[in-house]
């Protein structure tokens, strides 16, 4: 080539640190920069909302990471139709009507302080291309509007699709709320649809996701867990020693939140009471503060709320198989491929199982409960058989090595970026 490859990676992040084991999402982030250092020069732009919506980022809002850049935006921009007409409605009514102006703002409108830093840091690098990480940050922080330079959307989650799936769950609630959601479900489709078109190339995470997309540049970059050097790792044939199931998840997300208290709820007193010598260890970051929920979870019997770990391979280790009883959200769920990939089995939701694809089935590398009922009688099958547990582990742990492997990963994003490098002399 003439000269190398210089990338601009826009990326989400939060107060924390970002480390890879943090977070799914952070994972994915990281996964993708090192993609992008073995085809040329990056650079790595990390941006947030304020929480104040001032215009300057608090002290609070860093990133320890060298040679990162840090940009802040207002998540409460208003655009559309519905920002003029909220002083004419009651206050009900004027609640929903800022949720959709924010909504038509997140996918049309950036933030001018965002956007004018990041025209800086472009002027300043001179990138010959530029990724994105979800489309709301895209937008938000005018990485979707740069001009004369192709920009590739890494769209992890379909916006509408974690609000619909998230709308399923609803059933009891009255009609107007579920009309709302239905509206606001809409609108954001038709905002993204219009807002993705732009895009030199879109990255989803599954087939089921590019299907829903469509497009005439889009493929599937799947999610992919980063898992430890094989020479040292202990699988699933290796009996634990204490009776532990293991939930993994970042409870700050209320997808992760809502899937605990409903298992803690309805499962889990169905498994103490056919095997008392159970015991649940959940680990993941926990919400800020000592929130009703934390209290909640801390009284139940038998269950231990862990937390962030720094070495999640013990807690693999230790348990006989994992659960993932989660009911809505988006993407594909790096739990499950992460427990698949560290050889124990886990016991999941169907929503769990979307986007994996034909590769990871029911009954034969993980078990499938689409009732409270079937999940508790999945995990005690579990509980009782090690036979099952190992005979779904080991083809499991074989499914992700062969399917969701790094270097995957890398192959598609290196066939993704091969058609905008820098011309041949």
Not at 213 to 237: K, T
Not at 376 to 383: M, S
């Amino acid at each position: 080539m003439s000269g190398k490859m210089k990338i601009l990676l826009i990326v989400p992040y939060s107060r924390q640190p970002w480390l890879s084991e943090r977070s799914g999402g952070a994972q994915r982030s990281h996964l993708l920069c090192e993609a992008l250092r073995r085809l040329g020069e990056v650079c790595l732009v990390a941006a947030m909302p304020r929480a104040d919506n001032s215009t300057q980022a608090s002290e609070g809002d860093t990133v320890r990471i060298d040679g990162l850049q840090q940009i802040s935006y207002n998540p409460a921009r208003e655009a559309g139709i519905f920002r003029p007409l909220q002083k004419f409605l009651v206050a009900n009514l004027r609640r929903q009507a800022r949720n959709l102006a924010i909504c038509n703002a997140d996918f049309t409108l950036p933030d001018v302080e965002s956007a004018g830093k990041l025209q800086t840091i472009v002027r300043s690098f001179r990138p010959n291309l530029v990724v994105c990480r979800w489309l709301r940050w895209a937008v938000a922080t005018g990485g979707a509007f740069i001009p004369d330079i192709p920009v590739i959307l890494d769209l992890d989650i379909v916006d509408w699709r974690v609000h619909g799936s998230q709308e399923e769950q609803m059933s009891g609630r009255g009609l107007v709320k579920r009309i709302h959601s239905q509206f606001y479900t809409r609108t954001i489709e038709w905002n993204a649809r219009r807002r993705l078109r732009q895009f030199a190339h879109v990255w989803v995470v599954s087939e089921d996701d590019r299907q829903i997309i469509g497009g005439r540049s889009c493929s599937v970059l799947p999610n992919v867990p980063i898992l430890p050097a094989s020479d040292g790792q202990r699988f699933a044939s290796e009996k634990p020693n204490q009776p532990n199931i293991l939930f993994v998840g970042d409870l700050g997300f209320s997808s992760n939140a809502h899937g605990l208290s409903r298992f803690l709820e309805r499962v889990w007193p169905r498994l103490h009471e056919a095997a008392p010598e159970l015991k649940l260890r959940i680990v993941g970051r926990l919400p800020d503060g000592e929130s009703a929920s934390i209290a909640r979870w801390r009284r139940v019997p038998n269950v231990e709320l862990v937390g962030f770990v720094e070495d999640l391979g013990v807690e693999y280790e230790r348990a006989l198989f994992t659960v993932a009883p989660i009911y809505w959200g988006g993407g594909t769920k790096i739990k499950v491929i992460e427990s698949l990939g560290r050889g124990k089995t886990c016991v999941v939701t169907p929503h769990s199982l979307y986007g994996l694809g034909p590769h990871v089935r029911h009954g034969e590398s993980l078990l499938c409960a689409p009732s409270d009922a079937e999940f508790a009688d999945a995990c005690l099958n579990l509980t009782r058989s090690e036979d099952l547990r190992q005979r779904l582990a080991l083809k499991g742990r074989h499914t992700i090595h062969e399917y969701f492997s790094v270097a995957r990963f890398n192959d598609v994003v290196a066939e993704t970026v091969q058609p905008f490098e820098l011309p041949r002399e």
